[in-house]
């Protein structure tokens, strides 16, 4: 024999679900967000959310040997030049040494003051969770 189940009594057991306290928990209720998550609750949402910065190396772009480009590290922005020739006056004519990673968008190349380091890829990710409920 089987049973069937009205469309209204499914209606009446989701919203019961849906209604549940635990479901639409706000920080006076104990809800609260992982460690290392900031909490931002408007419009009666909880948001957690954690932001970090990625980096990676610059890198000069690919050429056909034997015209492999080598990165010259400068006052501002980096540049790649043939190796073994001379630095031209005007170090704006060669190539920018740019972000190449094979890990997604969103690099921008950040340079160095001064030229004694690198330049570097950076990117800034936000991460997000769930908030968690505590009795």
């Not at 189940?5 to 209606?11: C, F, K, N, R």
């Not at 419009?43 to 010259?72: F, G, Q, Y």
Request: proline fraction near 7%.
């Amino acid at each position: 024999m089987k049973r069937k189940i009205s469309l209204g009594a499914i209606m009446l057991l989701g919203a019961g679900v849906l209604l549940n306290s635990s479901a639409f928990a706000n920080p006076s209720q104990g809800a609260r967000c992982p460690n290392g998550y900031t909490a931002n609750f408007s419009n009666n949402v909880l948001k957690c959310s954690k932001t970090h910065r990625e980096l990676a190396d610059v890198i000069c772009p690919t050429t056909e040997a034997p015209l492999n480009l080598e990165l010259v590290t400068r006052r501002g922005r980096d540049v790649c030049k043939v190796p073994g020739m001379p630095l031209p006056k005007d170090l704006d004519t060669l190539p920018k040494a740019r972000c190449l990673t094979t890990n997604g968008s969103g690099w921008t190349v950040e340079k160095d003051l001064d030229g004694s380091t690198r330049d570097r890829c950076v990117r800034t990710k936000t991460e997000y969770a769930c908030p968690t409920c505590s009795p």
